[in-house]
Each structure stands twice: as structure tokens, then as C-alpha cells.
């Protein structure tokens, strides 16, 4: 089996990213943006990916966090988009629940190129440093970047650290269903490609 890796830099005024992932391993992971809940975010959905995550970003944070929220999603995406190459043998679809104390959350995934975020996440005010309406930008541009449809709901919940991160890590478990090999020896479409 081939190694399932990719490094991805975006160089741009507002922000400066590099990001390397390598799927099928999954114990290092090395994440450092300047916003806490933003690292921390990135480390669940790692973690729960199974893949390795090294992540350094900064950006115009001094303005307001969106410009590297939304960058961030762009580089992860595009950078587990180029690990996954042509998706040959993927398992494509996937669902996870991850509860955190009282919050309970579902990520649903199509990983056939095909970009569509419906995001059910009622956040509103800071998660620490965080206004959390950027998380949305986040979810976005990761779904567009990587190619996948994204379903992403609250089941309940009140708290909102515990809302963002159980969907986080519903995410990080989603993908590492989805990105498996053991989806047969083809594209995993009956129209022999994805998009």
C-alpha cells in the first residue's frame, strides 16, 4: 500500500498555513495557529481521524479570526483531498455521534467530490478567544476543499465548547470511516468517477 500523504502551504496577505497530513498513521499530530480553540479543534478532528496532522498557521488575527478560520479548512481540505488522490478503494460514506457531557452531535460524510455543507450547529458568542459564527466559515471551506458533502447536526446540547468539539470529533470519526481502504478495487461510484 502506497503512503497516503500530502504537505499543502497557502501563502497569502491575510494568512500564512502549511499543513501535512499522512492518513494511515495517526499518532503525531502538531497543531499551532495562534487561536487555542481553533488547535484544538484541528487535534480532535485528527485524532478521531486517525491520520497525522502536523499544522502551523498564522494570520491577521488582529482584524478578526475568519481570514484564518476559513483558511484553515481550505488547506486541511485540500491537503486530505490530495492524500486521498483519485479515492480508488475508499469506503466513501460515513456517520458518526460523538456526545460530549450533555452535548451530542452527528457528522454524516460523502467523500465523492461532490462539495455541499448543511451545518446545524446553533452557536452563538465566544468559545474562549473564538466567536464561534467562524466556526461555520470553517466547516465550509473544509467541505468545499476536500470534496465532500457534509451533514452536520446537533442532537442536543447546551454548552458551547462541548457543542463545537463533540461535532468535531464526530468528524474526525466520520472521515476515518470514510477515508478506509476496503471499498473494493475501484472509484467508489457506480459512474466509474466522482464529481
Known amino acids: 500500500m502506497s503512503d497516503r500523504a500530502a504537505l499543502v502551504r497557502r501563502r497569502s496577505r491575510e494568512t ?8 494511515d498513521h ?11 480553540f481553533l488547535d484544538h479543534m484541528l487535534e480532535q478532528v485528527a485524532r478521531y481521524g486517525g491520520f497525522d496532522l502536523k499544522f502551523k498557521g498564522s494570520g491577521d488575527v488582529q482584524v478578526d479570526p475568519h481570514h484564518l ?8 481540505g485540500q491537503a486530505l483531498s490530495r492524500a486521498l488522490d ?12 460523538a456526545p460530549l457531557d450533555e452535548s451530542l452531535a452527528r457528522v454524516v460524510v460523502d467523500l465523492g467530490k461532490r462539495p455541499f455543507l448543511s451545518y446545524n450547529l446553533p452557536l ?4 474562549g ?18 470534496g465532500a458533502t457534509l451533514h452536520v447536526d446537533l442532537i442536543r446540547g447546551r454548552n458551547r465548547h462541548h457543542i463545537a468539539e463533540s461535532a468535531a470529533k464526530a468528524l474526525g470519526l466520520a472521515l476515518r470511516d ?10 467508489p461510484s457506480s459512474k466509474g468517477l466522482l464529481g
Open 69 to 76: 478560520m476559513e483558511d484553515a479548512g481550505i488547506v486541511i
Open 129 to 146: 478567544t473564538l466567536e464561534s459564527e467562524t466556526l461555520e466559515e470553517w466547516w465550509r471551506a473544509f467541505s468545499i476543499h476536500v
Open 26 to 36: 495517526g499518532s503525531q499530530i502538531e497543531v499551532e495557529t495562534g487561536l487555542p
Open 124 to 127: 452563538k458568542g465566544r468559545i
Open 178 to 187: 470514510a477515508m478506509s481502504l476496503g471499498g473494493g478495487p475501484d472509484v
Open 16 to 23: 500564512q498555513i502549511e499543513c501535512e497530513v499522512r492518513l
Open 86 to 97: 483519485d479515492r480508488t478503494g475508499i469506503r466513501r460514506f460515513a456517520s458518526a455521534y
